[in-house]
């Protein structure tokens, strides 16, 4: 039996913190991602990228590929 770990996970955001003299302070999620990858066998991989988006504000799976 193959262990599934293991796991590479990736990620990275988009954050803006602004500072004001005479307002009040400001915070904002640009764009946030984890990816993730995974080998089921030695020619196997399977990664996904799930992205939030401010704009529209949801989550959902930027990709999802098999490698093999």
């Given at each position: 039996m193959n262990a599934l770990?293991?796991?590479?996970?990736?990620?990275?955001?988009?954050?803006?913190?602004?500072?004001?003299?005479?307002?009040?302070?400001?915070?904002?999620?640009?764009?946030?991602e984890a990816d993730v990858a995974q080998n089921l066998r030695s020619d196997v991989t399977i990664t996904a990228a799930i992205a939030y988006d401010s704009d529209a504000e949801s989550i959902g799976v930027g990709a999802f590929t098999i490698f093999g």
């Open positions: 770990l293991p796991v590479e996970i990736f990620a990275f955001g988009d954050f803006m913190y602004v500072i004001q003299d005479n307002a009040p302070d400001d915070f904002a999620i640009g764009q946030l």
